[in-house]
């Protein structure tokens, strides 16, 4: 198998979110007239836009979707307030190492990071090919690695190296190709930080991140899953279209700033900017290592008066850990505002709207204007450190000061 | 069948567009006709009143990208507009698209040689662009035999039809 060369690949597990089945189930029965789906037991539904309809849309879409799960016997249906749709997956066993994992929502090569191959494909390629023969096509990637050597700086996280890469390489860099992850910085991070490079490979248009999975990851699988699975190994021939090493010792917290999620700043280039939301939630944030460093930062602190600051956890499960440990206690305290566990503001389907004039700074993964309400409205990127920082402040703030 | 051959005339819009500026999420479960009314309307508010059957939209790098939605190439088709060249695509869009049987052609140099209003001539399988006003040919990046196939069908769904559940190559 080369760069270049057509695959058609069995599929192990499908995720949709409310939006992508609602999407995916009409194309499947209206344009394919789609009759039987080849394997139930492999697709992942989690209702993650919609945790609560404000609105009568929003209701019949996750009825339509309850329905369709119905009338096709799909037995992993994860109803609204579980969970984001990847996180979900995670918790519950879907993905191990050397699974093929497909789904439309653009972010889902972030399982990559537990030695999957797993890349977004839209609508119609799930309705005309996944759900009725249990396979996807690809074209097989050239593939390049990035070696992340060094310790990260106080105050500094994946998130943020993550997002310099984006700024450094630029957003179209590796259109058509696949990213393989790699260096001493990686085993120094905990799996679910790891996560971070493969889900953000989109931003560079990646197809695919990879990161070889080691014990950790194994670790962690286990903690999710009964089901046996391999460890696979990098073949010791495989070809890189290139190599390149990055230090990240010298990387700060970074802010991707509108319009783009490309248009990264040092956080100290773009402190002082007020917001009026803040939001730790969304694929790459919410977890609980987030809800940890949000802790850690406002712990008898105040959230400045104009700002709400938003916090979602990214599954049930998260939340109730937080709770055992008293972060909710202390966010909450702190002023903070408690959502379900779902993609909270991604796309203001369910919450954060925000109208002309008004800035979010958050720790999801897009900025581009009208993506939140008004296209006059501004959203900036960062790590939790930097959004807890600036909720304290009502200002982009440099989150350092807080760690000392 | 895709029409891969398509005339008329050239609309322009710049580098990076999001497949929010196509369609709005909140315009995401509309039908497509409605859709159709807002395509990129907060980038090129003209686009829309303008557009004909036939037309040619020329973009600049990275075009469509963000979200992987197969509702992005559907809601640009139903405005009318016959195919996309762009200096490059985001790959969920150039995916997409292929597979709803819209003719894209990858066209690196584009946005230099053809100016809004012009009148184009594009032939996809051929990977060749004719700006008739200027009387000029660029050559573009014709797709794979494997998508052109795929094209040439209608999209996926046609395709398998056609191939009785399985890839040809």
Redesign the interface.
């Known amino acids: 198998m080369a760069p ?1 060369d ?1 695959v ?1 690949a069995e599929v192990d597990t499908v995720i949709f979110h409310d ?2 089945l ?2 995916t189930g009409r ?1 499947f029965e209206q ?2 007239k789609g009759q039987r789906i080849l394997h139930p037991e492999r697709v992942v539904i989690v209702f993650d836009h919609f945790f609560a309809p404000a609105t009568e ?1 929003g209701a019949r ?1 996750l009825q339509a979707n309850r329905e369709f799960a119905r009338r096709h016997g799909l037995p992993h249906l994860f109803d609204s307030g579980t969970g984001n749709c990847h996180y979900t997956a995670i918790q519950h066993g879907f993905i191990r190492p050397g699974a093929v994992v497909v789904g ?3 972010h889902t090569p972030v399982h990559g990071g537990l030695g999957a191959f797993a890349t ?6 799930i ?3 996944t759900l ?2 249990g396979t996807a ?1 690809f ?1 097989v990637p050239p593939t390049i690695k990035l070696l992340l050597q060094g310790s990260l700086a106080r105050g500094v996280t994946a998130r943020d190296v993550a997002q310099y890469l984006v700024g450094r390489l630029g ?2 860099w590796a ?2 190709k696949a990213i393989e992850y790699a260096g001493d910085l990686l085993p120094r991070l905990d799996v679910e930080e790891r996560l971070l490079f493969p889900l953000m490979c989109i931003d560079m ?1 990646a ?1 695919a991140g990879y990161i070889e999975p080691d014990e950790a990851v194994a670790a962690y699988i286990r903690q999710r899953t009964a089901q046996s699975f391999e460890l696979v190994r990098n073949d010791p021939d495989a070809v890189y279209e290139s190599v390149q090493t990055f230090d990240v010792e010298e990387v700060e917290p970074q802010v991707a700033c509108p319009p ?1 999620v ?1 248009h990264v700043k040092p956080v100290t280039a773009v402190a002082g900017e007020p917001i009026q939301y803040a939001e730790v939630g969304g694929t790459p944030g919410g977890r609980l290592g987030d809800l940890r460093r949000l802790a850690r930062v406002l712990d008898g602190r105040r959230v400045h008066p104009d700002v709400r600051l938003q916090v979602v956890p990214v599954t049930r499960e998260v939340f109730r850990q937080a709770l055992d440990e008293g972060i909710i206690a202390v966010l909450h305290d702190a002023g903070a505002n408690i959502f379900p566990a779902s993609s909270g503001s991604n ?3 369910n919450m954060g709207a925000l109208t002309a004039g008004q800035a979010m700074i958050s720790t999801h993964t ?1 900025n ?4 939140n309400g008004s ?1 006059e409205a501004r959203i900036f990127l960062a790590s939790t450190y930097t959004v807890a920082a600036s909720a304290l402040k009502g200002r982009i703030a440099d989150p350092r000061e807080f760690l000392e | 069948m895709s029409a891969l051959r398509v005339r008329g005339r050239c609309w322009k819009v710049g580098d ?1 567009i ?1 497949t ?2 196509i369609v ?2 909140a315009n ?2 509309k039908p497509y006709e409605e859709m159709a009314r807002h395509v990129l309307a ?1 980038v090129h508010p003209e686009f829309v009143l303008g557009v004909k059957p036939g037309d040619v939209l020329v973009a600049g ?2 075009f469509a ?7 992005a190439p559907k809601a640009l088709r139903a405005t009318g507009i016959g195919v996309v060249v762009a200096e ?5 869009f ?3 698209a292929h ?2 049987g819209l003719p894209i052609l990858e066209c690196p140099g584009i946005t230099e040689q053809v100016r809004e209003g012009d009148e184009l001539d594009v032939d996809v399988e051929a990977g060749l662009v004719r700006n008739l006003t200027l009387g000029q040919t660029i050559q573009a990046v014709p797709p ?1 035999p ?1 998508l052109r196939g795929m094209l040439k069908a209608g ?3 046609a395709y ?1 039809e056609l191939h009785g ?1 399985e ?1 040809v ?1």
């Open positions: 270049g057509v058609v939006l992508s609602y999407l194309t344009e394919v849309e879409i439309s929502d653009s977004g494909i839209g609508n119609n390629s309705a005309a090919l009725p023969y096509w074209r957003e179209d259109g058509y248009d197809k783009t490309g796309q203001s389907t897009r581009f204007p009208g993506r296209p | 990076n999001p929010d500026a709005a999420t995401l479960f907060s790098r990275h990208c963000s979200s992987g939605r197969a509702v490059s695509f985001a790959r969920t150039y995916r997409n597979e709803i794979p494997f999209g996926l769904h398998l559940g890839f190559s």
